[in-house]
């Protein structure tokens, strides 16, 4: 059972740490880029806190984005913007974000977020934990995908193996750390492709942040994965 309560506190863990770190940066190296093409740091945090307040809208029963133009919109129009405001911005949707989640609701209901894709609502605190660690690392100022936190990076390999599986252009692919396995792809009475590797690199090369080199692949190449 999801514990949005406790995903919640993991968040604002998480968004301080995000803070912290950022707020060793200056002016110019938030305008330098960011691990995301075509992304500055700048547009990272911009982003970071542009999802805070959609996924409010989420919570509260409103579209999570006016559009997807209008999404792009603003995160080139706050990208800009010196580091004192881009931690003030993310500081203060995250709270923003916090306070909605602690408003008594209806966990079990189910809300829309972008494209059409629904979920729990108890799930949305987690997509928010997503959205801050792994673009903490995307902002390359030193936090890895191995300083993640364990819990987190099960959960997220967990997520994104589900997300491909059924997948027509993904073969039936076992995961494995050694200790955990997940499976993915098509469906199958038996998997395909084992994949090995730590839980970290699992995690990147699902996530699309890194290339699969620290697998190894048994039973066939390293399937390609569908953008997510």
Same mark, same amino acid.
């Given at each position: 059972?999801?514990?949005?309560?406790?995903?919640?506190?993991?968040?604002?863990?998480?968004?301080?740490?995000?803070?912290?770190?950022?707020?060793?940066?200056?002016?110019?190296?938030?305008?330098?880029?960011?691990?995301?093409?075509?992304?500055?740091?700048?547009?990272?945090?911009?982003?970071?806190?542009?999802?805070? &307040? @959609?996924?409010?809208? !989420?919570?509260?029963? /409103?579209?999570?984005? $006016?559009?997807?133009?209008?999404? =792009?919109?603003? *995160?080139?129009?706050?990208?800009?913007?010196?580091?004192?405001?881009?931690?003030?911005?993310?500081?203060?949707?995250?709270?923003?974000?916090?306070?909605?989640?602690?408003?008594?609701?209806?966990?079990?209901?189910?809300?829309?977020?972008?494209?059409?894709?629904? &979920? @729990?609502?108890?799930? !949305?605190?987690?997509? /928010?934990?997503?959205? $801050?660690?792994?673009?903490?690392? =995307?902002?390359? *100022?030193?936090?890895?995908?191995?300083?993640?936190?364990?819990?987190?990076?099960?959960?997220?390999?967990?997520?994104?193996?589900?997300?491909?599986?059924?997948?027509?252009?993904?073969?039936?692919?076992?995961?494995?750390?050694?200790?955990?396995?997940?499976?993915?792809?098509?469906?199958?009475?038996?998997?395909?492709?084992?994949?090995?590797?730590?839980?970290?690199?699992?995690?990147?090369?699902?996530?699309?942040?890194?290339?699969?080199?620290?697998?190894?692949?048994?039973?066939?190449?390293?399937?390609?994965?569908?953008?997510?």
């Amino acid at each position: 059972m999801i514990d949005h309560a406790r995903d919640l506190v993991s968040v604002r863990e998480a968004t301080d740490r995000l803070l912290t770190a950022a707020a060793k940066l200056d002016n110019a190296s938030v305008a330098e880029p960011s691990r995301l093409p075509g992304w500055s740091r700048g547009h990272v945090l911009a982003h970071i806190a542009r999802n805070a &307040d @959609a996924l409010v809208n !989420v919570l509260q029963g /409103r579209p999570m984005y $006016v559009s997807a133009t209008a999404r =792009d919109a603003d *995160i080139e129009r706050d990208a800009p913007r010196p580091l004192d405001v881009q931690l003030t911005d993310v500081r203060e949707s995250g709270s923003r974000f916090q306070e909605a989640g602690a408003v008594p609701a209806d966990w079990a209901r189910t809300v829309e977020l972008r494209n059409g894709v629904t &979920d @729990a609502a108890a799930r !949305v605190p987690f997509r /928010r934990w997503v959205e $801050v660690e792994l673009h903490h690392v =995307d902002l390359g *100022i030193g936090y890895e995908l191995e300083d993640l936190p364990a819990e987190f990076v099960e959960r997220e390999i967990d997520f994104l193996a589900d997300r491909f599986t059924g997948h027509a252009d993904v073969p039936p692919t076992r995961l494995t750390d050694g200790t955990r396995a997940w499976s993915t792809g098509r469906e199958a009475d038996a998997a395909e492709v084992t994949v090995r590797g730590t839980a970290p690199d699992l995690l990147g090369w699902l996530a699309g942040r890194r290339d699969g080199a620290g697998l190894t692949a048994q039973g066939g190449a390293l399937p390609a994965l569908p953008p997510l």
